[in-house]
């Protein structure tokens, strides 16, 4: 793992005279040696895999508990019936979320960016972004390097699991990741980037791990939805020219010493919170006695 | 780590831990018994064992031993699958002690009758650790080909195997080695950065000394493990 703040990614860049997504790239290279090439289809891989995971979404499934499944295709009927109050970009987006939530959740084939429960969130906006904008494909491939590299700063200094960190480690840091992907694509500086995902992960600290039964279900998959509309959120305002008063770095210095706050019962293991509710325990009790 | 291991794996849901890493272990384990599985016996423990059920864990494993990777869209229907190839499997409760919470010891039984018994840990992240082989500390992560060797403990064996390595050209990534007891039962675990032809693995299994060598092969799996590495 090559870098563990988004300052150096920014000064790389400026060193080779080269784009946030390059340089990311170029480390792959150098780390897996593999060809430019090679490492550019590996990615376009996991766009296209992402982008069957949502086209092959089934609203007849239902998970384990059975409690979860069936959303996405409520979410498509209300988009497509009329002017939503979310706009036609939000709209698609937290349905897009929801069904990969739920498809995660129910087994199917999905691509974890960067956790399994939070996968959702990055294809979300990508996805909507190059259907609704009509951007080129490469260019999704690019900015899926942009959301690897924050990523990749994220698992080095901070955490990207929920048993680590809490859910501001999964959901926080792929809405992040998505954020500094969507400014990207709206043609944001490496500044800007950094910027999008700075805004986006503030507004998820502090966001513990309470999944009811364990499982990757609730609150999990509605979540993905709020990180997608969160990761647009930022990038919007990013775009806007609103700067974060916390350097980003720190931002997610932050994120990794509220992590350690967070006692272990928040953290993944299904006893406290959500998870300790009248509610969540007729859930859990419906699943053993199966 | 790399960053498709930050966007990826691409792997059937719901946990990467106790869904995708459980595939990963049954793979891991049906490769090292070298052969179809005739009969698993499945043992969870911890939260494999408590929260398995609703990840889907028994079923991930049932596809690994099924020879299927973390992504095969088949692992939902493993069980049927493992019925159909004529795989028998039992499920129970592990008996492990300070094992990690994610934990499986898996006993099997191949179709020419070679047994092995395997205990393999969920570390997070769809990555793995196999933790025993035959009831010996082995420490391996399936990321690279590995080679394990049980033999007598007495000098010589590990100049024997090196000296074979290092003949063929096969660079050691890393190396272990434990003993149940001075003069006993010992094994070596080695992981390779290059493969280590079979021919030189099958010429291991017979040196005086040496009790049982198992050899965990990347091939045959190379362009799919470039996709998702």
């Known amino acids: 793992m090559s870098f563990a703040s988004l300052r150096e990614i920014i000064s790389e860049s400026q060193k080779r005279e080269c784009l946030f997504w390059e340089v990311i790239l170029q480390e792959d290279c150098k780390e897996r040696n593999v060809s430019r090439e090679a490492s550019f289809e590996t990615m376009r891989r996991m766009y296209q895999a992402m982008k069957e995971a949502d086209a092959s979404y089934d609203a007849s499934l239902r998970s384990a508990s059975a409690i979860a499944g069936g959303d996405g295709l409520r979410l498509e009927q209300l988009r497509k019936s009329k002017d939503t109050l979310l706009g036609t970009f939000l709209a698609e987006a937290v349905e897009k979320a929801v069904k990969m939530g739920e498809s995660n959740a129910c087994m199917r084939r999905i691509v974890a960016a960067p956790t399994a429960g939070s996968c959702g969130v990055i294809p979300a906006v990508l996805l909507t972004y190059e259907k609704q904008r009509g951007a080129k494909e490469a260019r999704m491939v690019e900015a899926l390097f942009v959301a690897a590299g924050i990523g990749e700063v994220l698992a080095t200094s901070a955490s990207i699991s929920g048993a680590g960190g809490g859910c501001q480690a999964e959901i926080g840091s792929a809405s992040a990741m998505a954020a500094g992907a969507v400014a990207y694509l709206e043609g944001g500086s490496e500044e800007e980037i950094a910027n999008a995902a700075a805004l986006a992960l503030k507004n998820m600290l502090g966001l513990t791990c309470d999944p009811v039964a364990g499982l990757v279900e609730v609150p999990c998959i509605k979540r993905n939805a709020s990180g997608a509309v969160n990761a647009v959120l930022a990038a919007h305002l990013t775009m806007a020219g609103v700067r974060s008063a916390i350097d980003p770095d720190e931002v997610i210095d932050s994120m990794q010493r509220i992590g350690k706050l967070i006692p272990a019962c928040l953290r993944e293991t299904g006893q406290e919170g959500l998870a300790a509710t009248p509610s969540a325990k007729r859930i859990a009790e419906g699943l053993s006695s199966e | ?229």
């Open chain 2, 1 to 229: 780590m790399n960053i498709f291991d930050i966007i990826g794996p691409i792997m059937v849901g719901p946990s990467s831990s106790h869904t995708a890493g459980a595939v990963k272990i049954g793979y891991v384990a049906r490769k090292l018994l070298a052969e179809p599985v005739a009969e698993a016996q499945i043992l969870l423990y911890g939260s494999f064992l408590a929260t398995g059920k609703g990840h889907g864990t028994q079923l991930a494993i049932v596809a690994g031993l099924l020879g299927m990777e973390p992504d095969d869209d088949r692992i939902p229907y493993s069980l049927r699958l493992a019925e159909e190839q004529n795989m028998k499997v039992l499920f129970g409760e592990a008996k492990l002690k300070e094992a990690h919470p994610n934990s499986v010891q898996l006993n099997l039984t191949g179709t020419s009758g070679r047994q092995l018994e395997v205990v393999g840990e969920s570390l997070g992240g769809s990555l793995i650790n196999i933790a025993k082989i035959d009831g010996l500390s082995a420490n391996f992560s399936g990321e690279h080909p590995t080679l394990i060797v049980h033999n007598l403990d007495q000098p010589g064996h590990v100049a024997e195997v090196t000296s074979m390595l290092s003949h063929k050209s096969v660079n050691i990534a890393s190396m272990q080695l434990y003993r149940a007891s001075r003069g006993g039962e010992a094994v070596m675990v080695i992981e390779c950065d290059q493969e280590i032809p079979r021919e030189s693995v099958s010429w291991l299994s017979h040196l005086e000394g040496v009790n049982k060598v198992t050899y965990y092969s990347l091939q045959n799996d190379i362009v799919q493990n470039d996709i998702l590495r």
